[in-house]
């Protein structure tokens, strides 16, 4: 079966600070897609990153980057200079046959 | 305006009754999603359809019905609401295997 798991239920910093949230899967497809949501106390589920698996550098897009270990099926999501609206829920995602396969999730706090 | 939208965003219902909940895209996706989230659950997959007239059970299907003759449209039927459908309800588009747009969100409860 193939799974994703998201070890860390709830993460703290100060804003301002750097932080990494942990994905990793397990899958035995050689090609495939991950992506990190958001998901802020507004309900609503946003796309925050997506890397390609057959992609060997990490994605990023402005604060946020990935470290992408295919090997080591790792696919953790960093956050720097982090902000109070970044306080939300982090789910981590791979895709399969066009469903994802969610993580349980990682409630990140930002304090003031 | 452009996007996923569903309806209504609030609902309580009482147990038995059914429900219909609304799912529109703009996008002319092909395939759509409904999730159900709860605590401690994530979100799980209901039903998904990867074009008009074709739809597919996910993870947690059973007490649930989905059509979709439209491809902008995705309507997610209780049949006889119970206490356990109570829950937030996600619709979700996408186009091929890449990432999935997501709608606002129902909050269903059942009395």
């Known amino acids: 079966a193939q799974t994703v798991t998201q070890s860390q239920p709830e993460m703290s910093v100060q804003e301002a600070e750097t932080v990494t949230l942990s994905c990793t899967y397990d899958t035995s497809e050689s090609n495939y897609y991950l992506f990190w949501y958001k998901q802020p106390p507004s309900r609503q589920m946003i796309l925050v990153i997506r890397q390609e698996a057959y992609k060997q550098q990490n994605a990023t897009e402005n604060r946020f980057s990935v470290n992408f270990q295919k090997a080591a099926k790792s696919f953790s999501l960093k956050i720097s200079d982090s902000q109070l609206g970044d306080t939300a829920m982090y789910f981590c995602a791979f895709s399969k046959n066009y469903q994802l396969i969610w993580g349980a999730g990682t409630k990140l706090i930002i304090k003031p | 305006d452009a996007g996923i939208t569903q309806s209504p965003r609030y609902k309580i219902t009482e147990t038995g009754r059914q429900v219909t909940l609304m799912c529109h895209q703009t996008w002319s996706h092909s395939y759509m999603f409904w999730y159900r989230q709860d605590l401690g659950h994530g979100l799980r997959l209901i039903y998904y359809?990867?074009?008009?007239?074709?739809?597919d059970k996910g993870e947690v299907p059973d007490g649930y019905v989905v059509s979709r003759s439209k491809t902008e449209n995705f309507p997610l039927t209780l049949e006889s609401a119970t206490r356990s459908q109570t829950s937030v309800y996600f619709c979700a588009s996408s186009e091929a295997a890449y990432e999935q747009y997501f709608g606002p969100g129902t909050r269903l409860t059942v009395t």
């Open positions: 359809s990867a074009a008009a007239d074709i739809t």
